[in-house]
C-alpha cells in the first residue's frame, strides 16, 4: 500500500505534457522523477508550465539520454507519454529496451495516437506514415478505461478525446441494445485540443465568440472510434461524426443522436445507463444536460440520455486534457499497476471556471 512508484514523461511542453504532472503531484503512489524534452531539457518545467510552480518549483527538463542513464535508480517504473504522434513510440521503445535489458519493471501508458491501433498498416492509413515500431503493437491495449476490465497487455494506449466522448455513449447504447447501429455525432471541443502552437484555429482573435465545424466526416478519430466500438461490442457501426472548435479552452460536449432499436421510454433508458457504468468512478448519468463548467479540470464524464418514439440521444461533457487524455492515462496507470481506477483522481470541480 506504500509503494511510490517513480513516473518518466515524455511530451516535452504540450498542453497534455502540463496536465500530467498536476496530476501526479496529488496522487500517493506516483512521483515524478523526470520530464522528458530534449529540446527544453535543463530549463525549468515552469518556464512552460506556470501552473506547476508550487508543485515542482525547481525542477527541470530533462534530456532522454538522462531519463536511460537514470533507469538504474529504481527496479519498477512508470512510462507516461504525451508526446506527439509518430514520435512517442519510438521514445517509448528507447525506454523499453532500456528496461528490458538490464532487466526492470516498466509500465508504459501512450497518450499519443501511435498505439491506439493494433495494426501497423491502419495506423500508416489514418496518420499518412509508417509505424516506428510495429514488433511494439501487441503489448499494448487501448479502450476507453471503463469498457475494458480484462486487460491482457502490459501496457495501454488512451483514446483520443473526441473518441472518448464518444466511444462513452455509443458504447452501452449498443451493448445495452438500445439504438441502431448507425450514429450521427456534433461534439464540440475547446482550443486545447489543438495543441499549443499558434494557429488560426486556436488564435484567439479568431476563437473568441467564435463557433465553426471542421474536418465535417473526415476526422482522424472517425476509424479509432468505429475501431474501438467493434472491440467492445462486437458490431460494426456506421458513423457521422461533425467537430466543431467553440470558443472555450477546455472540455468538449458530444451529442450523440440514433435511432432507437425498439420502444424504450426514457427512464428505462436513463436506468440502464446508470446500471452500466454503476461501477465507474467517473462517469456520471444526469437527469437533466450536462455542462462543462461541472466537469473542467476533473477526470469525470457527465451524460444525459433522452429519447422520443424512434430517437435517442446521449449527450456526453469531459475535459478533453483530464478524462480525455491525462485523466485517462493516469487511470490506466492506475488499473496496470493494481490500484483502485480512482486512485490519486478524485477531483471536485472549480465551478464557473
Known sequence: ????????????????????PRLIAKHPRLTLAGAVSNSHHGKPIVSA?????????????ISMQQAIDGLAKSPHWI????????????LIDQLLNTAEHIGLQMTVVDASADFRYSSATRFAEVYGQKHSTPGRLASFSCAVPEHLSDLKTPHAAQPGCFATAILLAVVPLLSLELAQPEFFV????????????????????????????YQPLRHRH???????????????????????????ARG????????CAGGVAESEAVDAFKKFYADSSFVHISSSPPRLKDIVGTNNAMLSVSTDKNS??????????????????IQW????????????????????A
Open 1 to 20: 500500500m506504500s509503494e511510490v512508484l517513480p513516473v518518466i514523461l515524455l511530451g516535452g511542453s504540450g498542453y497534455v505534457a502540463g496536465e500530467l
Open 49 to 61: 508550465f506556470g501552473h506547476l510552480a508550487t508543485a515542482y518549483p525547481t525542477e527541470q527538463f
Open 79 to 90: 512510462v507516461l507519454s504525451a508526446a506527439p504522434h509518430g514520435a512517442s513510440a519510438n
Open 186 to 213: 456534433s461534439a464540440i471541443t475547446g482550443s486545447t485540443g489543438a495543441g499549443r502552437t499558434p494557429r488560426d484555429t486556436t488564435h484567439h482573435p479568431m476563437r473568441q465568440n467564435n463557433l465553426f465545424a
Open 222 to 248: 472517425h476509424p479509432e472510434i468505429c475501431e474501438l466500438t467493434e472491440a467492445c461490442t462486437g458490431q460494426d457501426i456506421m458513423l457521422h461524426f461533425v467537430p466543431q472548435s467553440g470558443p472555450f
Open 252 to 259: 468538449i460536449h458530444a451529442t450523440v443522436f440514433a435511432q
Open 312 to 329: 435517442i440521444a446521449v449527450c456526453c461533457v469531459l475535459d478533453n486534457l483530464v478524462k480525455g487524455a491525462a485523466g485517462g492515462a
Open 333 to 352: 496507470v492506475n488499473r496496470l499497476a493494481g490500484w483502485p481506477d480512482s486512485e490519486g483522481l478524485l477531483i471536485a470541480p472549480a465551478g464557473w
